[in-house]
């Protein structure tokens, strides 16, 4: 079974632009979560689909969106680009339609902004 | 708030040392606690859970309501467990939420 996706692995933007990362989930999981991984803050919480709707949300600003396919793959947005957005972006998804805690992690996408 | 406290950033110890990774949860309700690892150039994967009540690795953590603590122990570290170690807290059944995490290093 192949394990989650993401693209790109890495890119580079600067300031007032747009991102958009995409995430493939673990053929046959419903549920896709999103989070930013930085150095001094860990990983936060972003948000969480399952079976396209947004099921849980956390305290980032409304810059940044997030979707979801019917096939399952999720898409997350940023826009209006911040220094601050420089992190990693970790998709992870779950097969269970509640969560259990278990989750299975993509490598992440590195965004840089400058 | 719920939250998850990881107070050391980083842990260094010998090969064949005890260890002990700190945990500190804040929540009212009934937690479940987690344990993720992070090996260098590996993803991030579940190490333990606290309902499992099982050793992985030789690493085990016992949860303690009294002190909200979730510690993740070890009495021989290898070398190959250095890695980052993420304590995670799932609260109000559906949001998982960790801490900052404590890089492990083990020296030969």
């Known amino acids: 079974k192949a394990g989650v996706t993401q693209t790109p692995r890495y890119l580079i933007k600067t300031r007032g632009q747009q991102v958009t990362l995409s995430c493939s989930p673990i053929?046959?999981?419903?549920?896709v979560s999103w989070y930013q991984q930085t150095p001094g803050q860990g990983l936060q919480f972003l948000f969480e689909y399952f079976s396209e709707t947004q099921r849980n949300k956390g305290n980032f600003p409304g810059r940044f969106s997030g979707r979801q396919f019917s096939n399952s793959r999720s898409e997350m947005n940023v826009s209006t680009l911040e220094l601050g957005d420089s992190a990693l972006y970790l998709c992870?998804?779950?097969?269970?339609?509640?969560?259990?805690?278990?989750?299975?992690f993509g490598e992440g996408s590195r965004l840089t902004v400058l | 708030a719920q939250r998850v406290t990881q107070p050391e950033k980083l842990l260094s110890v010998f090969k064949g040392a005890p260890v002990e990774l700190k945990c500190n949860y804040s929540?009212?309700?009934?937690?479940?606690l987690f344990w993720y690892v992070q090996y260098s150039r590996q993803r991030l994967q579940l190490l333990l859970r606290?309902?499992s009540r099982e050793s992985i690795k030789g690493f085990t953590a016992d949860l303690n309501k009294g002190e909200t603590s979730f510690h993740l122990k070890k009495p021989f570290a290898q070398e190959e467990d250095s890695a980052m170690y993420y304590c995670?807290?799932?609260?109000?059944?559906?949001?998982?939420?960790f801490g900052t995490g404590t890089r492990l290093q083990v020296f030969p």
């Open positions: 992870a998804s779950s097969s269970t339609s509640a969560n259990t805690g278990e989750l299975f």
């Open positions: 606290h309902i």
């Open positions: 995670a807290l799932l609260y109000n059944t559906d949001k998982l939420i």
């Open positions: 053929s046959g999981h419903r549920s």
């Open positions: 929540y009212s309700g009934s937690p479940e």
